[in-house]
């Protein structure tokens, strides 16, 4: 059985002009169906650059600095200085970064080795590997 709309349902300012149709039902809960799946569709987008945000790398020093210390300052200077900390043997994640400008340590380093890296890693300017990364985590959500 077809539930149609008469028109004496429709209100009077929304009375439909000559020529004009009143969507059925079915039209109306599709339409409903396809703002639904719009919204579904984008959610896991969200998600997705967040779990990608939180799982990218900066590596302290970037490659072309490879051997280079790191001073108290987030500075690059030779190895050996002293007072610096050597490149960190692995890439940092973005939560890793993340929870260390909260006031955690970076995972395997000192306290003060930690602060150092998150100068350098506050330093970083577009074109440097890890900037990309470091830009994404600073990105309110």
Known sequence: MRCAMENSDIPAENTPEAGDEVPSRRRMLALGAVGVSAALTIR?????????????????????????????????????????????????????????????????????????????IRRLQAGQSGFTCFASIQMPR
């Open 44 to 120: 896991p987008a969200f998600a997705q650059t967040a779990v990608s945000v939180m799982n990218c790398q900066i590596p302290v020093p970037g490659p072309t600095a490879a051997g280079q210390y790191i001073d108290q300052y987030g500075k690059l200077v030779p190895a050996g200085t002293k007072g610096a900390f050597p490149g960190s043997p692995r890439p940092f994640t973005g939560e890793e970064v993340k929870r260390a400008f909260r006031g955690q340590t970076l995972p395997g380093t000192s306290y003060n080795q930690s602060q150092a890296y998150l100068q350098y």
